[in-house]
């Protein structure tokens, strides 16, 4: 299936990964295994490098804040991304982290979401939160109809196709899920989230090799 998406698509220029985050996968995830060991220090040094390196990479923002969640007090965490559209009032990504700061607050975090979208439309990661917004409150349809709009609009985001997939195999639709992973695995072949994501259905499937 792959091959002839690649045939059908033409040349496999066209179907470069369309998010185009400059923040190098690899040491992302070096970071992330910092976080999961429980080094928030570590990790928060190491991903103020990345931001440093790289100031326009989402990605690398996105686990800053992720570290910052975990070692900053409430208060400095809230302050830190709440304030900051006051600066930055055009600024999609800082209206993105607020409303990923304040995702447990659904309104506000959905108004957040929906301006960074209408800055920046073509980015994925707001999407991604909304997706999540009607996950949390169960409207699992609105989740899964949002994935399908935006992967239609968005086709070359593997960000987007790898959300959705994991979206889908955690309602056990593996068919789909395999559907995203597959272009997911054409626009970032040596991604491992990806990878393992399409391990998973895999196994699902009994498709494992063992």
């Not at 326009?56 to 900051?84: E, I, M, N």
């Not at 975090?109 to 949390?136: F, M, Q, T």
């Not at 395999?178 to 991604?191: C, I, N, S, T």
């Amino acid at each position: 299936l792959v091959a002839l998406l690649l045939v059908g698509c033409g040349r496999r220029s066209t179907w470069e990964d369309s998010d185009a985050d400059p923040a190098e996968s690899v040491a992302l995830y070096d970071g992330q295994e910092l976080l999961r060991a429980r080094r928030v220090a570590d990790a928060t040094q190491h991903f103020e490098s990345l931001v440093a390196r790289w100031p326009t990479s989402w990605r690398a923002h996105r686990a800053l804040q992720d570290a910052h969640r975990q070692g900053l007090t409430p208060g400095d965490f809230h302050h830190r991304y709440t304030d900051a559209v006051e600066d930055r009032p055009d600024d999609g990504l800082a209206w993105y982290l607020r409303g990923r700061a304040l995702i447990a607050d659904r309104e506000e975090a959905k108004r957040c979401l929906d301006r960074s979208i209408e800055l920046e439309p073509n980015r994925p990661w707001a999407y991604v939160g909304l997706a999540y917004l009607h996950y949390a409150r169960g409207d699992l349809f609105s989740a899964v109809e949002l994935y399908e709009q935006t992967t239609a609009r968005l086709p070359r985001s593997r960000a987007l196709r790898l959300a959705a997939a994991n979206q889908y195999i955690e309602l056990r639709l593996l068919v789909k899920a395999q559907r995203q992973l597959e272009v997911a695995l054409v626009l970032a072949p040596d991604d491992p989230a990806v990878q393992a994501a399409m391990g998973k259905v895999q196994v699902g499937l009994n498709n494992d090799a063992g």
